[in-house]
T-cell receptor
Framework: GDSVTQMEGPVTLSEEAFLTINCTYT??????LFWYVQYPGEGLQLLLKATKADDKGSNKGFEATYRKETTSFHLEKGSVQVSDSAVYFCALSEGNQGGKLIFGQGTELSVKP | GAVVSQHPSRVICKSGTSVKIECRSL??????MFWYRQFPKKSLMLMATSNEGSKATYEQGVEKDKFLINHASLTLSTLTVTSAHPEDSSFYIC????????????FGPGTRLTVL
C-alpha cells in the first residue's frame, strides 16, 4: 500500500540555520503531496502542497519540490526562526482513495535562539 | 476561510462513560469529514471517513461499535467514544474536505480526551 517515510527527529537547529526534512513516498498512482505543520497544543495546518511532478510548493519561506524520479518531497527553509519550532508531517493523497491522507511519522523541529 | 472547529477542546471522563466530540466546518460545506487519532509523538492514524448522509467507513482495526460516527449535515460530524477506557485517552483530530474536487483537507484543532 501507499506509505510516507520521513526522517526521524527531533531535529535541533540554531536560529537562521538551513533546514531540510526528508520525505519519501511509495504510491501506486500519481498522488498529491503535502506538508502539514503542528504547533504545540494545536491541530494541523497545511504548510504547502504539490499536485504533480516537478511542482514546487512554497509558503512562509518553506519549499518542497515534487520529485517523481526519486519519489521525494523534501522540505527546506533557508533560515529557520524560533517560531518554526513544531512538528512537521509529510503526507500524500491518492485521487482514487476518496481524499484519504496518508501521513509520515512526523519530524519534531526545535529551533534555539 | 476554511475553518474547522472541534468541541470540546479537552474532556476528562470516567471509565465506562461515553464522550461525544463535535467537528464543524464553519464557513464551507463538507461532503467528507475524517477522524484521526494521534498518540504522543506519533503520526496521525486515520480512524474513519465520514460522508454526509451515509454510514462511515472505518479503517481496519478500528471498532465501529466503540467509535460511533455520525455525519448528520454538511457542516457537522460527531465522534462518540462509547464505554471509554483509559486506553482510549488520546488526541482526536477531525478534518473536512469541501468536495470531491478538492484534494485538500482542513483540520480542526483537536480534542484531548483523558479517561480516568
Amino acid at each position: 500500500g501507499d506509505s510516507v517515510t520521513q526522517m526521524e527527529g527531533p531535529v535541533t537547529l540554531s536560529e537562521e540555520a538551513f533546514l531540510t526534512i526528508n520525505c519519501t513516498y511509495t504510491a501506486t498512482g500519481y498522488p498529491s503531496l503535502f506538508w502539514y505543520v503542528q504547533y504545540p497544543g494545536e491541530g494541523l495546518q497545511l504548510l504547502l502542497k504539490a499536485t504533480k511532478a516537478d511542482d514546487k510548493g512554497s509558503n512562509k519561506g518553506f519549499e518542497a519540490t515534487y520529485r517523481k524520479e526519486t519519489t521525494s518531497f523534501h522540505l527546506e527553509k533557508g533560515s529557520v526562526q524560533v517560531s518554526d519550532s513544531a512538528v512537521y508531517f509529510c503526507a500524500l493523497s491518492e485521487g482514487n482513495q476518496g481524499g484519504k491522507l496518508i501521513f509520515g511519522q512526523g519530524t519534531e523541529l526545535s529551533v534555539k535562539p | 476561510g476554511a475553518v474547522v472547529s472541534q468541541h470540546p477542546s479537552r474532556v476528562i471522563c470516567k471509565s465506562g462513560t461515553s464522550v461525544k466530540i463535535e467537528c464543524r466546518s464553519l464557513d464551507f460545506q463538507a461532503t467528507t469529514m475524517f477522524w484521526y487519532r494521534q498518540f504522543p509523538k506519533k503520526s496521525l492514524m486515520l480512524m474513519a471517513t465520514s460522508n454526509e448522509g451515509s454510514k462511515a467507513t472505518y479503517e481496519q482495526g478500528v471498532e465501529k461499535d466503540k467509535f460511533l460516527i455520525n455525519h448528520a449535515s454538511l457542516t457537522l460530524s460527531t465522534l462518540t467514544v462509547t464505554s471509554a477506557h483509559p486506553e482510549d485517552s488520546s488526541f482526536y483530530i477531525c478534518s473536512a474536505r469541501p468536495g470531491e474536487r478538492y484534494n485538500e483537507q482542513f483540520f480542526g484543532p483537536g480534542t484531548r480526551l483523558t479517561v480516568l
